[in-house]
């Protein structure tokens, strides 16, 4: 099997083939506010004869939906998006990110932390109590990754625009492996990433405030982090993020066409009534994308046919 190292990353960048990806929790069916991410991520690939992976996050097997990643699959090929290579399953990836763990271990980087939940202050912010030990009577639970002494990270996002924030802003330290064992998402993204050699990272507006939390990853392991484009977040016409309940959720409610049709608006793409198949508007989009068309969102979408 052919592996990616640092070097073939670095490779990629020099020639610029651009590497993009999908990669979606297989906790239920996909929703609209998904789709939008899966057509704007293969557009921004697409449009640069990039390649576009698709990788099923079931790292979190409690809240894994049995049968929803084939779900997932069957939806986005019916939308016309299909990966390029076969679909990369993230719990496979356990010995990579095992090392990543213990070499973020190794350079003090990250430490075993003996709180939970309730030790937190209200305001979620981790204090910082086992940066320096664990104290007596407790033992580790969980891993975290040590923020103190990071400086400010600039985001350069190709639609939110520039970002300043420090990775210890939202949470302070931050847990890279959870009390259960597993693996935290904020740490196998950005294995995985690296590791498929993916040059920027297309994902929705509700993840911006992971991204200091995973440069930080980035540069402790000396890794290159990729770019970003966060698309806007998708919104009901009260506002409200749109609902999970699938009744209201055009991927439901309207025929492929329209729910496309939508998706691309959303986007700033919205192709002329003309096209009517699927085929033929993510054919225009492509053709037309430019990603300062995108808006930064929130969007709102009428969740009924006929808004
Ligand atoms: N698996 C994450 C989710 O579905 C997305 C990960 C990412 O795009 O960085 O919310």
Redesign the pocket.
């Known amino acids: 099997m052919m592996k990616t190292s640092a070097s073939d990353h670095q490779l990629n960048r020099h020639m610029r083939t651009y590497i993009g990806r999908f990669?979606?929790?297989p906790t239920g069916p996909l929703h609209f506010g998904s789709l939008v991410a899966a057509v704007g991520s293969w557009l921004q690939a697409r449009h640069q004869q990039g390649r576009w992976l698709l990788r099923i996050?079931d790292i979190d097997p409690p809240r894994v939906v049995q049968g929803s990643a084939e779900q997932q699959i069957a939806t986005l090929t019916r939308f016309g998006l299909k990966a390029d290579g076969p679909v990369q399953y993230q719990r496979q990836f356990h010995d990579r990110h095992a090392m990543a763990l213990e070499r973020l271990l190794a350079l003090g980087l990250a430490y075993p932390c003996g709180c939970s939940r309730r030790d937190l202050p209200a305001d979620g912010i981790y204090p910082g109590t086992c940066r320096n030990g664990i104290p007596d009577g407790r033992t580790g639970r969980s891993i975290r990754m040590r923020t103190d002494r990071a400086s400010t990270i600039e985001i350069h996002d190709r639609v939110q625009g520039d970002i300043s924030e420090h990775p210890g802003q939202r949470t302070g330290d931050f847990v890279i492996r959870r009390a259960d064992g597993l693996i935290a998402?904020q740490l196998a993204?950005v294995v995985d990433d690296h590791a498929s050699g993916v040059t920027e990272?297309v994902?929705g507006a509700d993840?911006i405030g992971s991204t200091a939390r995973q440069v930080h990853v980035y540069q402790a392991l000396g890794w290159q982090s990729p770019d970003w484009m966060h698309l806007p977040l998708i919104v009901d016409e009260h506002g409200r993020k749109l609902s999970k309940s699938e009744r209201d959720d055009p991927i439901e409610t309207r025929p492929d066409g329209e729910a496309m049709r939508l998706a691309l608006r959303a986007l700033g793409h919205e192709p002329s009534p003309v096209r009517k198949t699927l085929s033929g508007m993510l054919d225009w989009a492509l053709e037309n994308w430019n990603p300062e068309r995108i808006p930064r969102g929130p969007v709102a979408i009428g969740t009924q046919p006929g808004h």
């Open positions: 990669a979606p929790s996050e998402y993204v990272v994902r993840l």
